[in-house]
């Protein structure tokens, strides 16, 4: 009877990860965006189809509502916002979130063409020394929000952080648009915000713990749906 509760617990477990895999990405899918309803507005998604593993990756997610009453749970002001671990349903105050396990990670496509300007969605994943191929998480994934930079600014960034070149036409973007330069090429960037910045921007601002939960939303700052909706022309 021991065996049989243990094996009945032990499907119940894989039963959101068993309808994941059921969930398919349609050809129709591809060419819509996505729209994050969050307790403070909505953001509107692009995806980028020269990161197709990631595209078809989070497509899956959102059709298997996995991000539906996720939390933003990591918030840093002038850097980026980030979401995406499942234990952070419905997790009390005060728990620290982000270390939540996925089945699976996603090989990196860190393209020349895509970098970390304000707005863009990227894929958080674990550190070089545990991850030389700098592959992604298979959910959790940040928001840049960034800054606007100097060009003194940005040679300290070239210098301390890149320790190479920031290409001439990048560079015009970080002083004006901004974002958050000591980043590309190290993580996987597969979208962006094409509508809902200033949502972005607020809950950029929120108070954020200091203690063990730190950068965790004093309060709650959630994913109430995400779906897919039709791509509407950027203006």
Known sequence: MKRLLLCSIFLFSLLPLLAQKEVTVKKKDRKKDILLQTNYGDITLRLSDSTP?????????????????????????????QAGDGESKGA?????????????TIPAEIRPGLFHERGVLAAARMGDDVNPRK????????????????????DSVETNRL????????????????GTPHLDQNYT?????????????????????KGPDKDRPVKDVVIIKAKLVKRKKIR
Not at 65 to 77: A, G, K
Not at 92 to 104: E, S, T
Request: proline share 4%; aromatic share 12%; hydrophobic share 40%.
């Open 53 to 81: 593993l990631h595209r078809d990756n989070f497509i899956k997610l959102v059709k298997s509502h996995y991000y539906d009453s996720v939390l933003f749970h990591r918030v840093i002001n002038r850097f980026m916002i």
């Open 163 to 178: 320790k190479r070149k920031i290409p001439a036409e990048l560079r015009e973007i970080y002083k004006t648009v901004g």
């Open 189 to 209: 960037v597969y979208g962006k915000v094409v509508k809902g910045l200033e949502v972005v921007d607020q809950i950029a601002v929120v108070e954020t713990s």
């Open 92 to 104: 009390p105050a005060g728990k620290p979130l982000g270390n939540g396990k996925f089945p699976y």
């Open 135 to 154: 592959e992604s998480s298979g959910s959790q994934f940040y928001i840049v929000q960034g800054k606007v930079f100097t060009d003194a600014g940005l």
